[in-house]
Nanobody, 126 residues
Framework: QVQLVESGGGLVQAGGSLRLSCTAS????????MGWFRQAPGKEREFVAA????????YYADSVKGRFTISRDNAKNTVYLQMNSLKPEDTAVYYC???????????????????WGQGTQVTISS
């Protein structure tokens, strides 16, 4: 049992920055990998970034490499997504998710996660 709550979304201009936060409760946060996904209207949910249970390994979609950074603070049961150099194509609802285990495969997918937050809207204007 886990509950995830995302925050930090908003409206920013292209080239700007935004930091998303996701706070978990209900199970031991540090025992699970964490991930961020996003979904634009009319499109499928897609992988953005993930971090292993210890924070030692990170994974990024090619579309966000070099611009986004995922991190976690297990003491606060929180995972973050720092988003820089934002582009209009980053516009989507962003979701936080808990992994099914402590580790992740080389290419994380939706099936590797089992609990999801309600999402937070990110809109990039141009």
């Amino acid at each position: 049992q886990v509950q995830l709550v995302e925050s930090g979304g908003g409206l920013v201009q292209a080239g700007g920055s935004l930091r998303l936060s996701c706070t978990a409760s209900g199970r031991t946060f540090s025992n699970y990998a964490m991930g961020w996904f996003r979904q634009a209207p009319g499109k499928e949910r897609e992988f953005v970034a993930a971090v292993s249970w210890s924070g030692g390994s990170t994974y990024y979609a090619d579309s966000v490499k070099g611009r986004f950074t995922i991190s976690r603070d297990n003491a606060k049961n929180t995972v973050y997504l720092q988003m820089n150099s934002l582009k209009p194509e980053d516009t989507a609802v962003y979701y936080c998710a808990t992994g099914r285990s402590r580790l992740l495969p080389p290419t994380p997918r939706i099936a590797d996660f089992d609990s999801w937050g309600q999402g937070t809207q990110v809109t990039i204007s141009s």
